[in-house]
């Protein structure tokens, strides 16, 4: 099998491109995670229906956030995207996150050829308040049943504060 951090790339993030793997498609409840060690999806917990991801769920190769783990993507598309399918995206913005008191950002992406939007998606403002207000309270919520309080979302950054944020992830992944 072969090494994906070898074979996979980040993209051209300084120029709002990035390559993304889907963990998570939309409408699951199943928390799949990428396991760098053992090279393959694993599954981590079975969520509540309440708490099915509403947005497809997945990270960029050769990145680390802060909590040690792969810089998470928010991928908008209006289908469920397979988990392990590698994709070209656009970055929109960011939704600043903290899980356990570490920062876990999430970078918010739309295919790079989406014909179907027709490229209205530029800037998070163009997917909607109502939108917006939704993954917000999925990401505030999603872990109250077994650790109330435990997530904390500190508002949306643009494009340029997303750049910013997968440099540093790259750099910290380069220096690991």
Known sequence: MPDFNKVLETGDYQNGLLNVV??????????????????????????????????????????????????????VTDEPIPTGVWLKTRILGVLNFVDDGENDHKVVVVPEDDRNSGGKFQTLEDLGEQYLKQLEEHFKHYKDLKKPGSTVVNGWGNIEDAKKIVSECVDRFNNK
């Open 22 to 75: 889907n963990e998570i498609p939309k409408g699951s409840t199943l928390k799949i995670e990428w396991d760098r060690e053992r090279a393959a999806f694993t599954l981590d917990r079975v969520e509540p229906a309440i708490y099915a991801k509403p947005v497809n769920y997945g990270f960029i190769p050769k990145t680390l956030d802060e909590d040690g783990d792969e810089l998470d993507v928010l991928i």
